[in-house]
């Protein structure tokens, strides 16, 4: 009898042990999306003024990718990709208007992101994640296209750039501010930005937003999704009256110092509810430095060459960290080659939910590289996109050029220059110039500045340039480019008249529709 009770305990706890693992909580994800910084701003990555000390302990925690890549050097092509898991040539954000143009979602773009595409939002809910955007969208303002409408159950922050201020007789709307699916106001209207001092108290209000949510949804005990997008280090760079004049870098120094003390903020917040092993966090930015905005309103790309709108390094490399303490090993550094792609397939892998299997992801699913403390590296290219062309690849420390361009000469004499002080002949071309029979090749490792060619006569050049031409050559076969979504523009699709405008007293009158094909000039 006694045996028989032991037998009967002994299945007990064995089944409890066993229990269905769709009964456990998957864990939360918090994904920082920064605007424009660049890959040298944090101190972690060697920013000389060591003004980042809550993204540095970050580091410290967690894991550190030097490694890690946007999926376009510009704003909307790169979001869009890392909410799909796609290239932008694939999800349709991208341009045919003219070769090798980047295209973005102005306030006259028609497009946005396609209905067939599905979004990490969308997919997550199959695990009853809570999903909310604070932040930036810049996937497509018209109504179809807004994060509500693709996924996300909450969102507060805008649809496109806070450019402006609009005032002369209303040539052209004030972006609107939303809280879920109406607007609430307009940047430098209801939501100051004060152009000659750079104050606004905007970041104060998405990093409310998102403690809030956080808050809201531990005591629902729900799991969550956050896509945290403050924009401020996007030109006009902004921060509020308590950071302005902190920095030794001046302006843009100051609004990384109060995007340093949110993400602090965030990460306390989850220590105070209890959650932080139980939340999985990654910071990062949609692209590099905008350096023709420098030396006031841009960042730093560190060593790299070039910044936004270029696919040399500095267009495209990113800082990036991950954070889930008991999960990741603490103080690790990657070197594993990452794009923001893998944000998306993380995700579902974190979540226990199946990818999509009626189309092609890029993004890989990096849980072996988080959670393993063997400095695993997945083998894999990262693709080098400036609009409908491929511009270079990445394969280990090696990568190649197949087309170089800065931007125009007619651009680089006007004073629009993406390489200030950093022109390499031959390479930071001004025209687009073609080198697919035979590209540039450089060793990363040894010269991460890209200013130095591998000679087209070495045993190295030939070694290197089989295998990554195999990769191409496979890669191009097997693309299938989505319909673009960038081509045409309107003014009567501009933010005239946004929902919940009424309340406001705040629509305005619509214009007769004129569609033309945009103009990409870079």
């Known amino acids: 009898m006694a045996a028989l009770t032991l037998l009967l305990l002994t299945a007990i706890i064995c089944s409890s042990l066993t229990e269905n693992p769709s009964n456990v909580s998957p864990p939360n994800i918090i994904i920082m999306l920064m605007d424009d910084m660049g890959w040298g701003d944090l101190g972690v990555f060697g920013q000389p003024s060591k003004e980042t000390p809550n993204l540095d302990a970050m580091a410290a925690e ?85 994060p509500l409408e693709n996924g996300f159950d909450e969102w507060f922050g805008a649809p496109n750039c806070h450019f402006g201020p609009y005032r002369s007789n209303h040539s052209r ?15 430098y209207e209801e939501f100051v930005i004060d152009r000659e001092t750079g104050e606004s108290n905007f970041t104060q209000m998405l990093l409310k937003e998102g403690l809030e949510f956080i808050q809201r949804q531990t005591k629902a005990q729900r799991p ?29 120094g100051d609004v990384v110092m109060e995007l340093d003390d949110s993400v602090g903020q965030i990460l306390s917040s989850l220590r105070t509810l209890g959650i932080e092993n139980n939340t999985f966090v990654f910071f990062t930015s949609d692209n590099g430095a905008a350096l023709t905005s420098g030396p006031h309103e841009s960042g730093s790309n560190g060593p790299f060459l070039c910044g936004k709108e270029t696919t040399f390094e500095g267009g495209m490399r990113e800082p990036a960290i991950a954070w889930w303490p008991g999960r ?37 699913d990096l849980t072996p590289v988080l ?17 409908n062309e491929m511009m270079a690849v990445r394969l280990g420390q090696y990568k190649a050029h197949y087309w170089t361009w800065s931007n ?58 089989s295998r990554i031409s195999a990769v191409v050559e496979q890669h191009k076969n097997t693309l299938v480019p989505g319909i673009p979504q960038l081509n045409m523009c309107d003014m009567a699709v501009m933010n005239w008249a946004p929902a919940g405008c009424e309340k406001l007293g705040k629509c ?3 214009p007769k529709s004129e569609s033309w094909k945009c103009s990409w000039p870079h």
């Open 371 to 387: 959670l393993s403390s063997s400095n695993k590296v997945l083998d894999r290219p990262i693709f080098y996109y400036r609009g």
């Open 62 to 146: 967690g894991m550190l990718f030097p490694n890690f890549y946007a999926a376009n050097p510009l704003c909307s092509p790169s979001r869009a990709a890392l909410l799909t898991g796609r290239l932008p040539v694939r999800n349709g954000f991208y341009t045919t208007n003219a070769h090798a143009r980047n295209a973005y979602t102005p306030q006259e773009i028609v497009g946005g992101i396609p209905e067939d595409e599905i979004l990490l939002p969308q997919m997550l809910k199959k695990s009853g994640y809570v999903s909310k955007i604070v932040g930036k969208w810049h996937l497509g303002h018209r109504p179809q296209y807004l």
């Open 173 to 187: 709307p004030n972006i609107p501010v939303y809280n879920n699916s109406e607007m609430v106001g307009r940047y």
């Open 328 to 364: 990741i090993t603490k103080a690790t550094v990657s070197f594993q080659l990452a794009s923001v792609m893998d944000l998306f397939t993380t995700s579902l892998a974190l979540a226990d939910i199946s990818p999509p299997d009626n189309r092609t992801l890029d993004g890989l």
């Open 224 to 252: 969550f999704f956050l896509y945290w997008a403050a924009d401020s280090t996007h030109a006009p760079v902004y921060a509020s009256k308590g950071f302005l004049g902190k920095s030794q870098r001046g302006r843009y």
């Open 508 to 510: 305005l009158k619509v």
């Open 408 to 465: 125009s000469w007619n651009e680089f004499k006007s004073g629009i220059n993406f390489c200030p002080g950093e022109e390499v002949p031959g390479v930071t071309t001004h025209d687009q110039t073609e080198h697919t029979l035979q590209p540039i090749l450089f060793h990363l490792g040894q010269d991460p500045g890209e200013k130095y060619p591998i000679s087209v006569l070495s045993k190295e050049y030939s070694d290197v340039l």
